[in-house]
Every structure is written in structure tokens, then in C-alpha cells.
């Protein structure tokens, strides 16, 4: 079976300092990596996406992730956080079996500090 | 274009009553998906139309849960009865096909059983 792990629940970071976010995957077939933010009061809005291709992924408002088969992860990057990325970012996998089925971490919640 | 729209934006009913929730994805778009998002967890995946079928909804608690899209494009899913369990946001997304596409969300219907 599929599974997703964020181990990092909450991440404190000051303004303007890089952060990474982890994220961590097992499947036995191919998959497809997304990673999704959801600012307080509204629905999840994807920041950039992995199907195939290049393994460094660039994304919406400066975030960059990397797919790393041998490690089964794709940990998110932005060298320097603002104010405004304070947010909740969910990681998900989608695996070719049928139906495309999502499969979201328990997500990390992202503060910047002042 | 607009986004992904549901209604309500919030509810509050008691354990045993009934629930609905109304879901208009983005024009063409031929796959939706509502996902149960509880407090502290990522988004699971309740039920996926593709256009007006069903195609996966085996995580759905076919006991009090239910799901239809009418001519494959509004969609509503109700709760009866509802229990404590199931307070939680129920968010609905929609995508072009059931490839893995970036799935677009709504804002959310924040449902709270007492």
C-alpha cells in the first residue's frame, strides 16, 4: 500500500531564512508527487507538482522541491521565507493503479517569524 | 474562471441529524473528488466521479455517507445519521481528468456535530 509520511508537524523559521520541508514516500509502482498549500479559511492550492521528467521541480512563490526515487522523497525548498508563507503544506502522492487515487500527508505547518 | 464552489461555508447540526453539502466544480471538468479533512490531519479521499460514475469510493462509510453528481457536474454528499466522529472539513476538488491532474479545491464546508 501507499503511504505519504511528513515527519515534521510544525516548522518555526525567521523571515528570510531558507527552510525544507520533508516528505517521504513508499509505493511499489510509479508515482506522482504534489505538494499543496492551504492558507487559514481556504481550500488547498497546489504550489508545484512532479509526473516525470526532471527531478527538480520549480514551483509557485519561489518553493523548488526534488524527487529522489533511491531515498523515496520530496522534500520542498525556498531559500528565504516570507511572512506570507506562513501556511499549512501537504504533500501527496498519486500512484498509476486504476484510478489515480491521492494520498495526502498529515502535513506540516509552516511559521515564519518576524 | 471560477474555482470549485461549495456551500455551506460552515455548519453546525446535532449527532443523529442529517447533513448535505453541495459541491459546482470548474466548467469542464470531468473528475471530482470530496476528501474529509479532521482537524490536524491530512485530506482522505471519500469518493472520485469520473463525470457522473463512481469510480473509487472505498474509503466511504457507505453506512451514513452517500455521494451522487447530477449529470456530471453539481455534486452533493450527505451524512445521515451524522456522529461526533465526523466533525471535520469536507472539501471538494475537481480536476480535468482522473490523470494525475492538479486537483483545484473549494474552500470547504466546516462541519461541527454536537
Known amino acids: 500500500a501507499q503511504s505519504v509520511t511528513q515527519l515534521d508537524s510544525q516548522v518555526p523559521v525567521f523571515e528570510e531564512a531558507p527552510v525544507e520541508l520533508r516528505c517521504n514516500y513508499s509505493?511499489?509502482?510509479?508515482?506522482?508527487l504534489f505538494w499543496y498549500v492551504q492558507y487559514p479559511n481556504q481550500g488547498l492550492q497546489l504550489l508545484l507538482k512532479?509526473?516525470?521528467?526532471?527531478?527538480l521541480v520549480k514551483g509557485i512563490n519561489g518553493f523548488e522541491a526534488e524527487f529522489n526515487k533511491s531515498q523515496t522523497s520530496f522534500h520542498l525548498r525556498k531559500p528565504s521565507v516570507h511572512i506570507s508563507d506562513t501556511a499549512e503544506y501537504f504533500c501527496?502522492?498519486?500512484?498509476?493503479?486504476?484510478?489515480?487515487?491521492?494520498?495526502f500527508g498529515t502535513g506540516t505547518r509552516l511559521k515564519v517569524l518576524a | 474562471e471560477a474555482g470549485v464552489a461549495q456551500s455551506p461555508r460552515y455548519k453546525i447540526i446535532e449527532k443523529r441529524q442529517s447533513v448535505a453539502f453541495w459541491c459546482n466544480p470548474i466548467?469542464?471538468?470531468?473528475?471530482l473528488y470530496w476528501y474529509q479533512q479532521i482537524l490536524g490531519q491530512g485530506p482522505k479521499l471519500l469518493i472520485q466521479?469520473?463525470?457522473?460514475?463512481?469510480?473509487?469510493d472505498s474509503q466511504l462509510p457507505k453506512d451514513r455517507f452517500s455521494a451522487e453528481r447530477l449529470k456530471g457536474v453539481d455534486s452533493t454528499l450527505k451524512i445521515q445519521p451524522a456522529k461526533l466522529e465526523d466533525s471535520a472539513v469536507y472539501l471538494c476538488?475537481?480536476?480535468?481528468?482522473?490523470?494525475?491532474?492538479?486537483?483545484?479545491f473549494g474552500p470547504g464546508t466546516r462541519l461541527l456535530v454536537l
Open positions: 476538488a475537481s480536476s480535468l481528468a482522473a490523470r494525475p491532474e492538479t486537483q483545484y
Open positions: 509505493s511499489s509502482v510509479s508515482v506522482y
Open positions: 512532479y509526473l516525470s521528467g526532471s527531478t
Open positions: 501527496a502522492v498519486s500512484v498509476a493503479s486504476g484510478t489515480y487515487k491521492y494520498i
Open positions: 466548467s469542464g471538468h470531468a473528475t
Open positions: 466521479f469520473q463525470n457522473n460514475g463512481v469510480v473509487d
